[in-house]
T-cell receptor, first 113, second 116 residues
Framework: NAGVTQTPKFRVLKTGQSMTLLCAQD?????MYWYRQDPGMGLRLIHY???????AKGEVPDGYNVSRLKKQNFLLGLESAAPSQTSVYFC????????????FGQGTRLTVV | KNQVEQSPQSLIILEGKNCTLQ??????????LRWYKQDTGRGPVSLTI?????NTKSNGRYTATLDADTKQSSLHITASQLSDSASYIC???????????????FGTGTRLQVTL
């Protein structure tokens, strides 16, 4: 049982490039989330999904897009990367809303130069 | 000002010693409070989950306490081990309806280092 898997683990982008981060969960969870973690700050919610085909904005959605075409996958896209998007990105999933336990992936370290 | 404040920012203790980490929050109303352990280069892993009506919750050598009146929580680690070296994050969850993402407010964490 893999839990929550993120790919890639590391990536370096040039400013203006695009990329997609993939999150996959095998726990049949309805809710999935993308967070970013920056030094000196708590994790901040970028976007989330409450089920297949749905997405919603979190606290810091600007510059990111997401898609949830399949229940088990949640994709985070950066259309035109900026240095301010240098961060560690975490995907999480939960059976229901935040009242149930959330399981996190191992993170993707993204550097935009 | 962060709605979830943790102290200390970092802590170094000798193996076998006990320690207590603090979390003060202003998030209200909340449904539950969690403590997560985050190893370097890994995602957070849940240690304890407490509802607002619970005062204490244990998970092995980890014991979390909650005082909803003073809006304080603590995580006590007993007989520390080298593997306890990690960041410990306090998370407060706002009460929300199903169908929306409950608002999780994360503290910045306490970095604990256990040494020989």
């Amino acid at each position: 049982n893999a839990g929550v898997t993120q790919t890639p683990k590391f990536r370096v982008l040039k400013t203006g490039q695009s990329m997609t981060l993939l999150c996959a969960q095998d726990m049949n969870h309805e809710y999935m989330y993308w967070y970013r973690q920056d030094p000196g700050m708590g994790l901040r919610l970028i976007h989330y999904s409450v089920g297949e085909g749905t997405t919603a904005k979190g606290e810091v959605p600007d510059g990111y897009n997401v898609s949830r075409l399949k229940k088990q996958n949640f994709l985070l896209g950066l259309e035109s990367a900026a240095p301010s998007q240098t961060s560690v990105y975490f995907c999480a999933s939960s059976y229901s809303n935040g009242l149930t336990e959330a399981f996190f992936g191992q993170g993707t370290r993204l550097t935009v130069v | 000002k962060n709605q979830v404040e943790q102290s200390p920012q970092s802590l170094i203790i000798l193996e076998g010693k006990n320690c207590t980490l603090q979390c003060n929050y202003t998030v209200s109303p909340f449904s539950n409070l969690r403590w997560y352990k985050q190893d370097t280069g890994r995602g957070p892993v849940s240690l304890t989950i407490m509802t607002f009506s619970e005062n204490t919750k244990s998970n092995g050598r980890y014991t979390a306490t909650l005082d909803a009146d003073t809006k304080q929580s603590s995580l006590h680690i007993t007989a520390s081990q080298l593997s306890d070296s990690a960041s410990y994050i306090c998370v407060v969850i706002l009460n929300r309806y199903t169908g929306t993402a409950s608002k999780l407010t994360f503290g910045t964490g306490t970095r604990l280092q256990v040494t020989l």
